[in-house]
């Protein structure tokens, strides 16, 4: 398996503009992970889905963040209008087996996102 | 809240050393926990999953306990080799939420 993918693995873009990140999760995993990575706040869970039905978004920062699934192998996350707070580095894992609680995530190479 | 703490936040050995790296949690239902890698740039490589029933778990010259009661884990590397720097993170896993909370990791430099 190609492990969990993410593109682009390189974004940079200018304050205003819409930003859109992809991930395929690891196939037969039922259940994805977008987080993202600050050297201040280090890891945090944005949004999770299980069997591509969002279970927890309280993550997300705010109403200029979005992210879908709209099958098992695909999801989303979008960032309309983008900060240069939001400059970070943003992983999707996914895992097997029901809620994440019980199974072991396998995280993605990440996308850097610099918004300038 | 729920938090995971690490200590040290960095660790230098010399190589060949056996070294612990420790994790505390707050979370009383903690379903798991997982430990992970992070070399610089790159994303993160699941290491080690132990759960909650477990008391530890090893892979190789790693191995990772868990003490539900004290909320702590610790990840035992034995005979450390330049390869093994990275940074080291832990996450607790809640059967309540499906959530994984991260610490904020222990930067390891194992010296030649």
């Known amino acids: 398996d190609a492990g969990v993918i993410q593109s682009p693995r390189h974004e940079v873009t200018e304050m205003g503009q819409e930003v859109t990140l992809r991930c395929k999760p690891i196939?037969?995993?039922?259940?994805l992970f977008w987080y993202r990575q600050t050297m201040m706040r280090g890891l945090e869970l944005l949004i999770y889905?299980?069997?591509?039905?969002?279970?927890?978004d309280s993550g997300m920062p705010e109403d200029r963040f979005s992210a879908k699934m709209p099958n098992a192998s695909f999801s989303t996350l979008k960032i309309q209008p983008s900060e240069p707070r939001d400059s970070a580095v943003y992983f999707c894992?996914?895992?097997?087996?029901?809620?994440?609680?019980?199974?072991?995530?396998?995280f993605g190479p990440g996308t850097r996102l610099t918004v300038l | 809240k729920q938090e995971v703490t690490q200590i040290p936040a960095a660790l230098s050995v010399p190589e060949g050393e056996n070294l612990v790296l420790n994790c505390s949690f707050t979370?009383?239902?903690?379903?798991?926990l997982q430990w992970f890698r992070q070399d610089p740039g790159k994303g993160l490589t699941s290491l080690l999953l132990?759960?909650?029933?477990?008391r530890e778990q090893t892979s190789g010259r790693l191995n990772a306990s868990l003490d539900k009661s004290s909320g702590r884990s610790t990840l035992y590397i034995a005979a450390s080799q330049p390869g093994d720097s990275a940074t080291y993170l832990c996450?607790?896993?809640?059967?309540?939420?499906?959530?994984?909370?991260f610490g904020q990791g222990t930067t390891l430099q194992v010296k030649p």
């Open positions: 894992a996914s895992s097997g087996l029901g809620l994440a609680g019980g199974s072991e995530q396998f």
């Open positions: 196939s037969g995993h039922n259940s």
């Open positions: 889905f299980n069997n591509n039905v969002p279970i927890d």
């Open positions: 979370d009383s239902a903690i379903y798991n």
């Open positions: 132990i759960q909650s029933s477990q």
């Open positions: 996450a607790s896993g809640s059967s309540n939420t499906g959530k994984l909370i």
